[in-house]
């Protein structure tokens, strides 16, 4: 049986699930994040793919107040599900998060510490594709190949799935709308 394809979320994908999100659009409407990260979760129960996260993402969901009004117990076992996989941030995942700061830092220095870790936590887990509705991680969507070469070999993985590595960040509603065609 071959592997599962592996994606990585960010915390705010894990908010708009357990909150079942409609976000608003600008020219009206809304924009149905519940219905986009169920798909990947149904997916996921089927076992078409894993659902990585960093260790951060446990404490990260809690900065949404609707989150953190939810039950510890209903949190802690919606992690638990066994087709998500929790990345710990560890020195490798930190000093990786520390040199994409370093290397984006003029073309955007509003990269935040956590959002430096999910990045890391895909390159570490060497998952090419990382889940954000976040919009200042969706300007990286192409994280620049120096950083990947410039980092050496990935800690898991082939020479060929580093290659893949180079682009971490892509919008959940492209990979939704792929996967539904």
């Not at 960010?10 to 659009?25: G, M, N, R, S, Y």
């Not at 798909?39 to 990585?52: C, D, G, P, S, T």
Request: charged share 25%.
């Amino acid at each position: 049986m071959a592997k599962p394809r592996r994606i990585v979320w960010d915390a705010c994908v894990w908010i708009a699930t357990i909150l079942q999100e409609q976000a608003p659009l600008k020219g009206g409407g809304f924009e149905d994040r519940a219905r986009l990260c169920n798909h990947v979760i149904n997916q996921a129960r089927r076992k078409q793919l894993e659902v990585l996260t960093s260790g951060l993402s446990l404490a990260e969901v809690c900065k949404d107040d609707g989150v953190k009004a939810e039950d510890g117990d209903m949190l802690a076992d919606f992690f638990r599900n066994d087709y998500i996989l929790i990345v710990p941030v560890d020195g490798y995942v930190g000093t990786k998060a520390r040199e994409l700061m370093q290397l984006l830092f003029s073309e955007h220095p509003g990269l935040k510490p956590p959002d430096a870790i999910h990045l890391a936590t895909a390159f570490v887990a060497d998952v090419p594709e990382l889940h954000t509705f976040d919009r200042k991680l969706l300007q990286i969507d192409q994280i620049r190949k120096s950083f990947f070469q410039a980092a050496g070999c990935c800690r898991y993985g082939s020479r060929r799935s580093r290659r893949r590595a180079y682009s971490t960040a892509c919008r959940l509603r492209t990979a939704v709308s792929a996967s539904s065609r």
